[in-house]
Nanobody, 117 residues
Framework: QVQLVESGGGLVQPGGSLRLSCAASGSGFIFSFYSIGWYRQAPEKQRELVAAITVGGGASYADSIKGRFTISSDNAKNTVYLQMNSLKPDDTAVYYC?????????WGQGTQVTVSS
């Protein structure tokens, strides 16, 4: 069973930064075989893709966060990071990571990010 655990959320002022982590584990889980995505869901809004990193290491980003967020991975630690800079109140949401391989999707429990003065 694959487990994903997000951490690093919190309260930050506008313009501030946070780094989220998504640590993966599980019997037989091979991290490098999965594409990893970061999603977020704000109150009364649909969950949206923020950034993703493919098996080959390619990264993609939502237009709303391009130039501010960076996704990266450390395969040795089975961890994917989301560095978030220049945060805005609109970035307030619960952030989730997921791992996808051949149509199988695993989700973490989420971490709250609140951007407010």
């Amino acid at each position: 069973q694959v487990q994903l655990v997000e951490s690093g959320g919190g309260l930050v002022q506008p313009g501030g930064s946070l780094r989220l982590s998504c640590a993966a584990s599980g019997s037989g889980f091979i991290f490098s075989f999965y594409s990893i995505g970061w999603y977020r869901q704000a109150p009364e809004k649909q969950r949206e893709l923020v950034a993703a990193i493919t098996v080959g290491g390619g990264a993609s980003y939502a237009d709303s966060i391009k130039g501010r967020f960076t996704i990266s991975s450390d395969n040795a630690k089975n961890t994917v990071y989301l560095q978030m800079n220049s945060l805005k109140p609109d970035d307030t949401a619960v952030y989730y990571c997921n791992a996808v391989k051949l149509g199988t999707v695993h989700w973490g429990q989420g971490t709250q990010v609140t951007v407010s003065s």
